[in-house]
């Protein structure tokens, strides 16, 4: 009888739910890219995505739809919004047409009305040529119909794309923000109807060098402990100066139905900066119609990086969503930051434990209050036996946070899967605060309250870390640690 030697790791999990992370939106199977048409209508949150139904690497876009109605736990539905005569269907938005004025109701219910980019592929014959089309929907998203009169917008171009639309209530109008990706800017346009559409203005380049603008977003936030908003213009670059990673950038500023006119910095430039120290949030739009009496910004975006997700070892399904996150406008010293946060609703899923979960398992967090940062560094690392590693914690010197992955598992060695990340600190004294989310494959880290967040993939082996702490002796630390049960 031929006896089994006992395994000293979890068994495999099948193929279909390898590295699955529990608390972050995954499909199925197969492969996904941005959140489109982030919408909340008749108690449901709703998320479509860039979808490929044939197989795990981007090809045949299509707007897959999934529904949630506390944004942790989703359904994912059939295909909204189908490639037809090899018509993609790029990233867009959704908004309620609460008054009908696109005449596309159907006398009951206000539509449901998605913009998005019809791309066709370079031909012999043609280039590639991208137009903005529209589909409605009368039951609550889950059939669509394509505008008979599309393409709205055709200007014949080869890089426009990723409308995000919103009421404007000061001007009455429908907004559009469209980018001329190979040109480094965004468009804006407005409408009464979300059918004809005017050209207003243009906002760019400007901020990081690099190449190809995408997916914007423009939204107003209040400035914590002011009566004052600031507009928040988004957009991300798909490469980001030479080098082969994306990033997601920020400016602040006025805009008043047509222009945005940005704070300036003292060099007369447009103030920027990003919205995530780390390699995997990108193409991140926010929901429409949240009701006020919620008053939340909520946005949520692409947890992988384009430039080497087809690599990611996930298995049948590849792609996640990070965290929804709520957001905030806070003043840092003389500077504007963008503060996010996971839903609370995420947060209402902890509860304490006293050690770390096995990875791949279930969702965690680790959280860390560090009374005097000017005392040193404080270094987390997560280890397993088999010599993997996950670092992350402040470096006092450099005065920044950090992340490690340079020994976290699959993708170390691809040349675009970047192992050290820094970003500075702004928030001066103390205490200092991490905030780790560990779901599977995801990481997150939320640093001194969502001034700085990471969002990153790392692929670590099976089983439980162990978590070491470097600090100094006399420092103040304050460790605790949550599970997630969903
Ligand atoms: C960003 C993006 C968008 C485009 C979509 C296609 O990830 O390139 O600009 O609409 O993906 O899948």
Same mark, same amino acid.
């Given at each position: 009888?031929?006896?089994?030697?006992?395994?000293?790791?979890?068994?495999?999990?099948?193929?279909?739910?390898?590295?699955?992370?529990?608390?972050?939106?995954?499909?199925?199977?197969?492969?996904?890219?941005?959140?489109?048409?982030?919408?909340?209508?008749?108690?449901?949150?709703?998320?479509?995505?860039?979808?490929?139904?044939?197989?795990?690497?981007?090809?045949?876009?299509?707007?897959?739809?999934?529904?949630?109605?506390?944004?942790?736990?989703?359904?994912?539905?059939?295909?909204?919004?189908?490639?037809?005569?090899?018509?993609?269907?790029?990233?867009?938005?959704?908004?309620?047409?609460?008054?009908?004025?696109?005449?596309?109701?159907?006398?009951?219910?206000?539509?449901?009305?998605?913009?998005?980019?019809?791309?066709?592929?370079?031909?012999?014959?043609?280039?590639?040529?991208?137009?903005?089309?529209? =589909?409605?929907?009368?039951?609550? !998203?889950?059939?669509?119909? @394509?505008?008979?009169?599309?393409? #709205?917008?055709? *200007? +014949?171009?080869?890089?426009?794309?990723?409308?995000?639309?919103?009421?404007?209530?000061?001007?009455?109008?429908?907004?559009?923000?469209?980018?001329?990706?190979?040109?480094?800017?965004?468009?804006?346009?407005?409408?009464?109807?979300l059918i004809d559409w005017d050209y207003s203005s243009k906002f760019g380049p400007a901020g990081a060098d690099g190449h190809l603008w995408e997916c914007p977003d423009l939204f107003e936030l209040p400035i914590d402990g002011s009566d004052e908003t600031r507009w928040v213009l988004?957009?991300?670059?798909?490469?980001?100066?030479?080098?082969?990673?994306? =990033?997601?950038?920020?400016?602040? !500023?006025?805009?008043?139905? @047509?222009?945005?006119?940005?704070? #300036?910095?003292? *060099? +007369?430039?447009?103030?920027?900066?990003?919205?995530?120290?780390?390699?995997?949030?990108?193409?991140?739009?926010?929901?429409?119609?949240?009701?006020?009496?919620?008053?939340?910004?909520?946005?949520?975006?692409?947890?992988?990086?384009?430039?080497?997700?087809?690599?990611?070892?996930?298995?049948?399904?590849?792609?996640?969503?990070?965290?929804?996150?709520?957001?905030?406008?806070?003043?840092?010293?003389?500077?504007?930051?963008?503060?996010?946060?996971?839903?609370?609703?995420?947060?209402?899923?902890?509860?304490?434990?006293?050690?770390?979960?096995?990875?791949?398992?279930?969702?965690?967090?680790?959280?860390?209050?560090?009374?005097?940062?000017?005392?040193?560094?404080?270094?987390?690392?997560?280890?397993?036996?088999?010599?993997?590693?996950?670092?992350?914690?402040?470096?006092?010197?450099?005065?920044?946070?950090?992340?490690?992955?340079?020994?976290?598992?699959?993708?170390?060695?691809?040349?675009?899967?970047?192992?050290?990340?820094?970003?500075?600190?702004?928030?001066?004294?103390?205490?200092?605060?991490?905030?780790?989310?560990?779901?599977?494959?995801?990481?997150?880290?939320?640093?001194?309250?969502?001034?700085?967040?990471?969002?990153?993939?790392?692929?670590?082996?099976?089983?439980?870390?162990?978590?070491?702490?470097?600090?100094?002796?006399?420092?103040?630390?304050?460790?605790?640690?949550?599970?997630?049960?969903?």
């Amino acid at each position: 009888m031929a006896t089994i030697a006992p395994s000293t790791q979890p068994a495999p999990a099948d193929d279909c739910n390898r590295f699955r992370p529990t608390l972050h939106f995954t499909p199925k199977s197969n492969w996904i890219n941005d959140p489109n048409g982030l919408v909340y209508f008749a108690g449901e949150w709703h998320l479509f995505f860039q979808y490929n139904p044939f197989g795990t690497r981007w090809g045949h876009m299509h707007w897959g739809h999934a529904v949630s109605t506390d944004l942790i736990h989703w359904e994912e539905l059939p295909i909204a919004i189908a490639e037809e005569n090899d018509h993609m269907i790029f990233s867009g938005s959704c908004v309620v047409d609460w008054f009908n004025t696109s005449g596309l109701g159907d006398g009951t219910n206000p539509p449901l009305i998605a913009l998005y980019t019809d791309h066709t592929e370079p031909r012999a014959d043609a280039p590639q040529h991208q137009t903005q089309c529209l =589909a409605y929907s009368h039951d609550k !998203g889950r059939n669509w119909t @394509k505008y008979g009169g599309n393409p #709205l917008l055709d *200007e +014949g171009r080869e890089h426009f794309r990723d409308p995000k639309v919103f009421w404007h209530a000061p001007s009455a109008r429908w907004i559009m923000l469209l980018v001329r990706s190979a040109e480094n800017f965004a468009c804006i346009y407005q409408s009464s109807n979300l059918i004809d559409w005017d050209y207003s203005s243009k906002f760019g380049p400007a901020g990081a060098d690099g190449h190809l603008w995408e997916c914007p977003d423009l939204f107003e936030l209040p400035i914590d402990g002011s009566d004052e908003t600031r507009w928040v213009l988004k957009v991300d670059l798909f490469t980001v100066g030479g080098e082969k990673r994306s =990033a997601c950038l920020l400016y602040f !500023g006025q805009f008043d139905g @047509k222009t945005f006119l940005p704070d #300036l910095d003292a *060099e +007369g430039q447009p103030r920027w900066h990003y919205a995530d120290a780390g390699s995997d949030f990108y193409a991140a739009i926010s929901w429409s119609d949240i009701p006020p009496d919620d008053g939340r910004r909520i946005w949520i975006g692409w947890m992988n990086c384009h430039h080497y997700a087809p690599e990611t070892p996930t298995g049948a399904w590849r792609g996640a969503m990070t965290l929804p996150r709520a957001l905030g406008l806070r003043r840092i010293g003389d500077r504007l930051r963008l503060i996010q946060q996971p839903v609370r609703e995420a947060e209402a899923k902890m509860t304490p434990v006293t050690a770390l979960c096995p990875v791949n398992v279930g969702a965690q967090r680790i959280d860390l209050r560090c009374k005097q940062p000017q005392d040193g560094s404080v270094d987390i690392d997560l280890h397993w036996p088999q010599g993997y590693r996950l670092g992350f914690g402040y470096n006092a010197a450099e005065n920044a946070y950090y992340i490690k992955r340079s020994a976290s598992g699959s993708l170390i060695g691809h040349e675009s899967f970047q192992e050290y990340f820094r970003a500075e600190r702004f928030v001066d004294g103390s205490p200092l605060t991490l905030s780790a989310i560990i779901d599977s494959c995801t990481l997150e880290l939320f640093c001194d309250d969502g001034a700085q967040v990471f969002s990153h993939l790392f692929f670590p082996p099976l089983g439980t870390p162990e978590l070491t702490i470097h600090a100094p002796d006399d420092m103040e630390l304050k460790l605790s640690r949550c599970a997630c049960k969903i």
